[in-house]
């Protein structure tokens, strides 16, 4: 090779490539990175719960009222588990995220804020969930990124933190909320279909978008991928990484206002365990738990599959402790088969 | 002659690829057997069927003359067979006994039995002539040449009859390669084989016995004497080509051409002080000095990735923001850093993403990316690049040394830097794809580009750069064109004073 | 599940025609033989569990992790078995509301004829129980009151209250002649409203005879955090004359703190009565003298409650036609005297 050879012109190199290269190579690659080939599991997984459904509890299963109750139950869960893609595919993890809901469904029940929502407007309500959970994602992400907090220890510390809060702003008794405009808009259908399951596509959607269609979620891609090789390439790592937590954090202030409008009450005690279903949900949908790569899509799956997985169970009479080990079972599968495939794409 | 390491044949396919290809190998004891080829010819495949992390698709491997089955690293290592890898495998938290002797410790009962631990350890760390390792001290806090020490001393502890050491003196000082160097002999001495690949070819001459060169996955030549073979010859068998003439032709730097980077009394407490230097559009200005001299430091402290204590780095003559590194690439400053895998690359990520990941801006509108616009501009830079494979797509893991130090390349020019920071732009790039990112660096500076370069190797600094800064222990001793100084005269700068 | 359903929809109409036998050798036999045999005796309790129409009930209950729930589960399941013209689908087991209220709204789905609700937060789960009795679904609420009387058409109720007022009225009886004994609580989950009232009525009783509670801890029912508040308690008191402990639960960590500490001088009330606190009242040779009962059986009464209000019965021994509205059960003190009646009704923690 000489020095004539590493200044060669480019349209020559550009015309001996085209053959090196074969295009179905190109293709290849792009399905295993695109949504369908990499779901291609999980769509299966959840056919095949539908159809072991639809055999066992065929007139009560395959009915839209079902469909709609799955859909209901998923769409909480669902939302925060969007927000929790986010963080863990930016290299992070948020155990607090159900303590955030509990958190932001009292601060928005409180009589104060049931008065003012009351007197002016519900949206007072939904405002303070919101703000509470992206003030408590502030503090994790600014403890993480500024403070250099492991994500484990600064979101355990708000897990404890928070429901603590909650406790004592609720005095540890359920909030009942009697502003009926609230209930009533986020307790109605929408062309059929509940408020809170158009809510939890929205985000859905919204999450999508901004993962893999913005520079936000290509950064998150990045920071998660490799932090260093991130700051060096001239992104702001510590700010995404506190916009990754006040993200999950405002899910969990969605899912808070969604709670409230199911159970009409604002509790200490709800939300309880949602860090390890949402995290279980977006790790068989084949997010990657140390970062880098992430599938809003998997995620959804993931969450329909436990939900579905629940449904199933409930309608058969069969008892939840016999579920659990189902979904355990189905996490390790679903783990097992993402390092098969993982290991089948490196080693080419 | 008696073999006691004999390969045949060895083929290895992985999905759509055929790394090995009828590879042979004869390694005998008490020899230094090196292995020579460019990235992607082999190697590393080689070595991950030696010490059984993969399985030959066909040949056979005997040792001591009877057939083996090396089917998983622990029945490689019950064979003698140990290897050294370039990112070394010890646990930094744990001493310097515990590691040599991890997954084989001494033991009664299941109790460890320390005291004997240390001593053997110390045995076996005076039997390689470093004795003044504490066996007690944590990993973590030896330098790599030491952390190297370690390393053999662990193989040794096994008994390994032959020790495969990939790229060994890559992060060493001459100093501690020359020590390496007596290390090995110690080990040849007393009947151990070495299996040793290195890029350089003056390392082959000096600790090398025989030669074999992979090329394309196949062996080309077997057996050559490693003094004896003709540089053109070694080079020709690895490329295919005969190499003349790395260094592309220097080009005047016209002293009109304005002043880009002005670096001024930069200074870290215990890293480097009072260093200061220009960079005209155009120029390519090389910082030589041994590893701990504070190159790479300099280097990015200029970029911002570290927070200077005093002094000042201007861009055409506006001054950075300290420690920002979003300022400096704001300004137009780029840095392709030392460690490329694990300070640049997104290795998972498509190449096209690691090509725009620093101007995204320009591809997106209210913060949505334009893919389309990304991949064409991306591909148009490879292409010129000659990034191989081509095509924008691929994960960039999946590329070599050469190809990925060209996308790191690419980012920068995307951006139209105006000042670009190369940290040993070169390491772990084979012999071809050298003079193509020589050849690269030399037409960026022709662009107007400024250029600092930083590299272990005072030929490379002095090959490629119109301007040489000398570092030893944190100053720069010697500022001056690249002309009127040869290899001899920085190498003396260099270690002068230096503790030896 | 559909061929289940025909099994049972044969055997209801069978019942409906012929002898309650006849239908009993198609279902569970066993169980319906031993209940049926005293019924006779009162006429309208017997007419009530002839095999009627067939009754599908949903069941939903917060998670086991308290014997007493784990209890009211099984007595419930234990209680469904007996009746051949019942089917009971447990969905068993969530302390998450949201999972709760879908279990409601399969129900619901399922178009079920009876739901026995225990909410793990009564206000939660409200709105979902009113909407299952707009869908003409008779929902029997259990322990925990919903806030709407919209919710359910029956409620049965423990006597929280009742009981801080047996426990106060026993302790009182003993430490009669002491006007400054030291009586201490041990109360479960503070900001519970059941909590509250049973050391309110405690309180009450306890000042009605001139004593007042001088140490008063918390708990949260579970056998861990009984020990660590047993402990604290021992601590800060010294002397002491009485315990109450709420809940005989988290009273094996009480027990056990107490064990440790070697102290004698006093007496232990327990709460809820479970079997190994009753065996230990009836050995007589532990500390613990007396429990007052708060019945593990809510759940099952909540099934036959439901039973007779799909099938339009009345209550037996009651002249009113209709069940009624609300169900408070009795809080009784258990001592080594009368231990014996309330075993069978005891539940294994």
């Not at chain 1, 190109?26 to 299966?44: A, D, E, I, Y």
């Not at chain 2, 004896?228 to 790395?246: D, F, H, N, Q, W």
């Not at chain 2, 009394?265 to 090389?286: H, S």
């Not at chain 3, 190994?276 to 099952?300: C, E, F, H, W």
């Given at each position: 090779?000489?020095?004539?050879?590493?200044?060669?012109?480019?349209?020559?190199?550009?015309?001996?490539?085209?053959?090196?290269?074969?295009?179905?190579?190109?293709?290849?690659?792009?399905?295993?990175?695109?949504?369908?080939?990499?779901?291609?599991?999980?769509?299966?997984?959840?056919?095949?719960?539908?159809?072991?459904?639809?055999?066992?509890?065929?007139?009560?299963?395959?009915?839209?009222?079902?469909?709609?109750?799955?859909?209901?139950?998923?769409?909480?869960?669902?939302?925060?588990?969007?927000?929790?893609?986010?963080?863990?595919?930016?290299?992070?993890?948020?155990?607090?995220?159900?303590?955030?809901?509990?958190?932001?469904?009292?601060?928005?029940?409180?009589?104060?804020?049931?008065?003012?929502?009351?007197?002016?407007?519900?949206?007072?309500?939904?405002?303070?969930?919101?703000?509470?959970?992206?003030?408590?994602?502030?503090?994790?992400g600014l403890l993480i990124a500024y403070g250099k907090v492991v994500p484990f220890i600064a979101t355990l510390a708000m897990l404890a933190a928070a429901r603590g809060l909650a406790e004592i702003i609720s005095d540890r008794k359920t909030q009942i909320i009697t502003v009926n405009s609230f209930v009533d808009f986020f307790g109605g259908s929408l062309l059929g279909v509940p408020v809170l399951v158009w809510i939890f596509l929205l985000?859905?959607?919204?999450?999508?978008?901004?993962?893999?269609?913005?520079?936000?979620?290509?950064?998150?891609?990045?920071?998660?991928?490799?932090?260093?090789?991130?700051?060096?390439?001239?992104?702001?790592?510590?700010?995404?990484?506190?916009?990754?937590?006040?993200?999950?954090?405002?899910?969990?202030?969605?899912?808070?206002?969604?709670?409230?409008?199911?159970?009409?009450?604002?509790?200490?005690?709800?939300?309880?365990?949602?860090?390890?279903?949402?995290?279980?949900?977006?790790?068989?949908?084949?997010?990657?738990?140390?970062?880098?790569?992430?599938?809003?899509?998997?995620?959804?799956?993931?969450?329909?599959?436990?939900?579905?997985?629940?449904?199933?169970?409930?309608?058969?009479?069969?008892?939840?402790?016999?579920?659990?080990?189902?979904?355990?079972?189905?996490?390790?599968?679903?783990?097992?088969?993402?390092?098969?495939?993982?290991?089948?794409?490196?080693?080419? | 002659?008696?073999?006691?390491?004999?390969?045949?044949?060895?083929?290895?396919?992985?999905?759509?690829?055929?790394?090995?290809?009828?590879?042979?190998?004869?390694?005998?004891?008490?020899?230094?057997?090196?292995?020579?080829?460019?990235?992607?010819?082999?190697?590393?495949?080689?070595?991950?069927?030696?010490?059984?992390?993969?399985?030959?698709?066909?040949?056979?491997?005997?040792?001591?003359?009877?057939?083996?089955?090396?089917?998983?690293?622990?029945?490689?290592?019950?064979?003698?067979?140990?290897?050294?890898?370039?990112?070394?495998?010890?646990?930094?938290?744990?001493?310097?006994?515990?590691?040599?002797?991890?997954?084989?410790?001494?033991?009664?009962?299941?109790?460890?039995?320390?005291?004997?631990?240390?001593?053997?350890?110390?045995?076996?760390?005076?039997?390689?002539?470093?004795?003044?390792?504490?066996?007690?001290?944590?990993?973590?806090?030896?330098?790599?040449?030491?952390?190297?020490?370690?390393?053999?001393?662990?193989?040794?502890?096994?008994?390994?009859?032959?020790?495969?050491?990939?790229?060994?003196?890559?992060?060493?000082?001459?100093?501690?390669?020359?020590?390496?160097?007596?290390?090995?002999?110690?080990?040849?001495?007393?009947?151990?084989?070495?299996?040793?690949?290195?890029?350089?070819?003056?390392?082959?001459?000096?600790?090398?016995?025989?030669?074999?060169?992979?090329?394309?996955?196949?062996?080309?030549?077997?057996?050559?004497?490693?003094?004896?073979?003709?540089?053109?010859?070694?080079?020709?068998?690895?490329?295919?080509?005969?190499?003349?003439?790395?260094?592309?032709?220097?080009?005047?730097?016209?002293?009109?051409?304005?002043?880009?980077?002005?670096?001024?009394?930069?200074?870290?407490?215990?890293?480097?002080?009072?260093?200061?230097?220009?960079?005209?559009?155009?120029?390519?200005?090389?910082?030589?000095?041994?590893?701990?001299?504070?190159?790479?430091?300099?280097?990015?402290?200029?970029?911002?990735?570290?927070?200077?204590?005093?002094?000042?780095?201007?861009?055409?003559?506006?001054?950075?923001?300290?420690?920002?590194?979003?300022?400096?690439?704001?300004?137009?400053?780029?840095?392709?850093?030392?460690?490329?895998?694990?300070?640049?690359?997104?290795?998972?990520?498509?190449?096209?993403?690691?090509?725009?990941?620093?101007?995204?801006?320009?591809?997106?509108?209210?913060?949505?990316?334009?893919?389309?616009?990304?991949?064409?501009?991306?591909?148009?830079?490879?292409?010129?690049?000659?990034?191989?494979?081509?095509?924008?797509?691929?994960?960039?893991?999946?590329?070599?040394?050469?190809?990925?130090?060209?996308?790191?390349?690419?980012?920068?020019?995307?951006?139209?830097?105006?000042?670009?920071?190369?940290?040993?732009?070169?390491?772990?790039?084979?012999?071809?794809?050298?003079?193509?990112?020589?050849?690269?660096?030399?037409?960026?500076?022709?662009?107007?580009?400024?250029?600092?370069?930083?590299?272990?190797?005072?030929?490379?600094?002095?090959?490629?750069?119109?301007?040489?800064?000398?570092?030893?222990?944190?100053?720069?001793?010697?500022?001056?064109?690249?002309?009127?100084?040869?290899?001899?005269?920085?190498?003396?700068?260099?270690?002068?004073?230096?503790?030896? | 599940?559909?061929?289940?359903?025909?099994?049972?929809?044969?055997?209801?109409?069978?019942?409906?025609?012929?002898?309650?036998?006849?239908?009993?050798?198609?279902?569970?036999?066993?169980?319906?033989?031993?209940?049926?045999?005293?019924?006779?005796?009162?006429?309208?309790?017997?007419?009530?569990?002839?095999?009627?129409?067939?009754?599908?009930?949903?069941?939903?209950?917060?998670?086991?992790?308290?014997?007493?729930?784990?209890?009211?589960?099984?007595?419930?399941?234990?209680?469904?078995?007996?009746?051949?013209?019942?089917?009971?689908?447990?969905?068993?087991?969530?302390?998450?509301?949201?999972?709760?209220?879908?279990?409601?709204?399969?129900?619901?789905?399922?178009?079920?004829?009876?739901?026995?609700?225990?909410?793990?937060?009564?206000?939660?789960?409200?709105?979902?129980?009113?909407?299952?009795?707009?869908?003409?679904?008779?929902?029997?609420?259990?322990?925990?009151?919903?806030?709407?009387?919209?919710?359910?058409?029956?409620?049965?109720?423990?006597?929280?209250?009742?009981?801080?007022?047996?426990?106060?009225?026993?302790?009182?009886?003993?430490?009669?002649?002491?006007?400054?004994?030291?009586?201490?609580?041990?109360?479960?989950?503070?900001?519970?409203?059941?909590?509250?009232?049973?050391?309110?009525?405690?309180?009450?009783?306890?000042?009605?005879?001139?004593?007042?509670?001088?140490?008063?801890?918390?708990?949260?029912?579970?056998?861990?955090?009984?020990?660590?508040?047993?402990?604290?308690?021992?601590?800060?008191?010294?002397?002491?004359?009485?315990?109450?402990?709420?809940?005989?639960?988290?009273?094996?960590?009480?027990?056990?703190?107490?064990?440790?500490?070697?102290?004698?001088?006093?007496?232990?009330?327990?709460?809820?009565?479970?079997?190994?606190?009753?065996?230990?009242?009836?050995?007589?040779?532990?500390?613990?003298?007396?429990?007052?009962?708060?019945?593990?059986?809510?759940?099952?009464?909540?099934?036959?409650?439901?039973?007779?209000?799909?099938?339009?019965?009345?209550?037996?021994?009651?002249?009113?036609?209709?069940?009624?509205?609300?169900?408070?059960?009795?809080?009784?003190?258990?001592?080594?005297?009368?231990?014996?009646?309330?075993?069978?009704?005891?539940?294994?923690?």
């Amino acid at each position: 090779m000489t020095v004539e050879d590493g200044a060669r012109p480019p349209e020559q190199t550009a015309s001996t490539q085209a053959t090196v290269t074969p295009p179905a190579a190109q293709r290849s690659t792009g399905l295993m990175h695109s949504g369908v080939g990499r779901n291609l599991g999980l769509v299966v997984a959840l056919v095949l719960l539908c159809i072991v459904g639809v055999i066992t509890a065929g007139h009560t299963f395959a009915t839209g009222a079902n469909v709609l109750t799955i859909l209901r139950l998923a769409a909480v869960i669902g939302v925060v588990s969007i927000g929790m893609t986010f963080v863990i595919t930016g290299g992070g993890i948020d155990l607090s995220v159900g303590a955030m809901v509990a958190l932001a469904s009292v601060w928005a029940t409180t009589l104060a804020t049931q008065q003012l929502a009351s007197d002016l407007h519900w949206i007072f309500m939904v405002t303070t969930a919101l703000v509470v959970g992206a003030a408590c994602g502030l503090v994790n992400g600014l403890l993480i990124a500024y403070g250099k907090v492991v994500p484990f220890i600064a979101t355990l510390a708000m897990l404890a933190a928070a429901r603590g809060l909650a406790e004592i702003i609720s005095d540890r008794k359920t909030q009942i909320i009697t502003v009926n405009s609230f209930v009533d808009f986020f307790g109605g259908s929408l062309l059929g279909v509940p408020v809170l399951v158009w809510i939890f596509l929205l985000v859905a959607a919204a999450g999508w978008v901004l993962l893999n269609r913005t520079t936000f979620g290509r950064r998150t891609f990045a920071v998660g991928g490799n932090s260093e090789a991130a700051r060096l390439a001239g992104i702001k790592v510590q700010r995404h990484t506190v916009a990754l937590y006040v993200l999950a954090g405002l899910c969990c202030g969605i899912a808070a206002v969604m709670l409230m409008a199911r159970t009409t009450t604002g509790s200490s005690t709800h939300g309880q365990l949602y860090e390890l279903d949402a995290i279980a949900a977006v790790v068989i949908g084949g997010t990657l738990l140390s970062g880098g790569r992430g599938t809003i899509v998997g995620t959804v799956f993931g969450v329909l599959i436990f939900t579905t997985l629940n449904n199933v169970f409930t309608l058969n009479n069969l008892s939840i402790s016999a579920q659990s080990v189902a979904k355990g079972a189905i996490i390790v599968i679903a783990v097992l088969l993402q390092q098969r495939l993982a290991a089948r794409a490196t080693s080419q | 002659m008696n073999d006691l390491l004999m390969m045949t044949g060895i083929v290895k396919e992985f999905p759509g690829v055929r790394a090995l290809d009828g590879v042979d190998l004869d390694v005998r004891a008490g020899e230094v057997h090196c292995l020579l080829g460019q990235n992607g010819a082999g190697k590393s495949t080689l070595i991950r069927v030696l010490t059984g992390a993969h399985q030959p698709d066909a040949g056979a491997i005997s040792i001591n003359g009877e057939q083996v089955q090396l089917n998983s690293p622990t029945a490689a290592i019950q064979r003698g067979i140990a290897a050294i890898y370039q990112e070394l495998d010890l646990v930094p938290e744990l001493s310097v006994a515990e590691n040599i002797f991890l997954g084989h410790e001494p033991s009664r009962f299941g109790f460890s039995r320390r005291h004997e631990a240390t001593a053997r350890a110390r045995e076996i760390l005076q039997g390689l002539g470093h004795g003044e390792i504490p066996a007690h001290r944590s990993v973590g806090s030896l330098p790599a040449a030491g952390q190297q020490v370690v390393s053999m001393a662990r193989a040794l502890s096994r008994e390994a009859h032959l020790i495969v050491m990939d790229e060994p003196s890559a992060v060493l000082d001459p100093e501690e390669v020359a020590n390496l160097f007596r290390v090995i002999r110690g080990l040849t001495a007393r009947g151990v084989a070495v299996v040793y690949i290195s890029h350089r070819l003056e390392e082959i001459r000096q600790i090398g016995d025989r030669v074999t060169v992979l090329k394309d996955g196949a062996t080309v030549a077997t057996g050559l004497d490693a003094r004896a073979t003709p540089t053109k010859e070694l080079i020709r068998l690895m490329t295919g080509r005969s190499i003349e003439y790395v260094f592309p032709p220097r080009r005047e730097i016209l002293s009109t051409a304005p002043v880009v980077l002005e670096v001024e009394d930069l200074t870290r407490p215990g890293e480097f002080a009072g260093i200061g230097f220009t960079v005209r559009a155009g120029e390519i200005v090389g910082l030589a000095g041994l590893v701990g001299s504070g190159r790479s430091e300099v280097l990015e402290t200029v970029y911002g990735a570290r927070r200077a204590a005093t002094g000042s780095v201007r861009v055409d003559g506006v001054p950075l923001r300290p420690g920002r590194v979003q300022a400096a690439v704001k300004a137009g400053v780029g840095l392709a850093p030392e460690e490329r895998k694990s300070q640049a690359l997104l290795l998972d990520e498509a190449v096209f993403k690691n090509i725009t990941v620093s101007s995204m801006g320009r591809f997106a509108s209210g913060g949505f990316l334009n893919g389309r616009a990304e991949r064409e501009a991306a591909a148009q830079l490879t292409t010129a690049l000659d990034v191989r494979p081509a095509g924008v797509e691929y994960p960039v893991r999946n590329l070599s040394g050469g190809n990925q130090q060209k996308v790191v390349l690419a980012r920068w020019l995307l951006r139209e830097c105006r000042v670009l920071l190369l940290d040993e732009p070169t390491r772990g790039v084979d012999v071809g794809a050298r003079s193509e990112i020589y050849a690269l660096i030399r037409n960026l500076s022709a662009n107007g580009v400024a250029i600092v370069l930083v590299s272990s190797e005072v030929e490379e600094v002095l090959g490629l750069a119109d301007r040489v800064v000398v570092l030893r222990e944190g100053r720069a001793v010697h500022i001056g064109p690249a002309q009127d100084i040869d290899e001899h005269q920085v190498l003396d700068l260099v270690m002068e004073g230096s503790a030896v | 599940m559909s061929a289940r359903t025909r099994t049972f929809a044969t055997a209801a109409i069978a019942g409906l025609g012929v002898l309650a036998l006849a239908a009993c050798t198609s279902n569970t036999p066993k169980a319906e033989e031993s209940d049926n045999a005293p019924a006779p005796q009162a006429v309208a309790a017997g007419k009530n569990d002839e095999p009627g129409q067939k009754v599908r009930i949903g069941f939903s209950a917060p998670a086991a992790d308290h014997g007493w729930m784990g209890a009211i589960t099984k007595a419930t399941q234990a209680e469904a078995k007996k009746y051949s013209d019942v089917e009971l689908i447990v969905a068993e087991g969530t302390n998450d509301v949201n999972l709760q209220i879908s279990q409601v709204e399969t129900f619901i789905n399922q178009k079920v004829d009876a739901i026995v609700l225990l909410p793990f937060d009564g206000a939660a789960l409200t709105p979902v129980a009113t909407k299952a009795m707009e869908a003409g679904i008779t929902v029997v609420n259990v322990d925990r009151e919903f806030d709407s009387p919209f919710a359910a058409r029956t409620t049965i109720l423990g006597d929280n209250h009742g009981m801080g007022v047996s426990a106060g009225t026993y302790i009182c009886q003993q430490l009669k002649d002491k006007k400054d004994a030291v009586v201490a609580e041990i109360a479960g989950i503070d900001s519970l409203p059941l909590t509250q009232d049973r050391s309110k009525g405690f309180k009450e009783a306890l000042a009605d005879c001139g004593l007042k509670v001088s140490n008063r801890v918390a708990a949260e029912f579970t056998v861990e955090s009984g020990e660590k508040a047993a402990a604290n308690l021992l601590q800060a008191a010294p002397k002491i004359d009485a315990i109450w402990n709420h809940d005989d639960d988290q009273g094996v960590g009480v027990m056990a703190a107490i064990k440790n500490s070697g102290r004698k001088e006093f007496f232990v009330v327990g709460g809820a009565g479970s079997a190994n606190v009753m065996r230990d009242i009836k050995s007589g040779n532990s500390l613990l003298k007396a429990t007052v009962i708060y019945p593990s059986t809510q759940g099952a009464d909540g099934v036959r409650l439901a039973r007779l209000l799909v099938q339009k019965k009345a209550l037996g021994d009651l002249v009113e036609v209709e069940v009624p509205r609300t169900v408070q059960l009795y809080a009784p003190v258990v001592t080594k005297d009368n231990v014996d009646q309330y075993m069978p009704t005891a539940f294994e923690s």
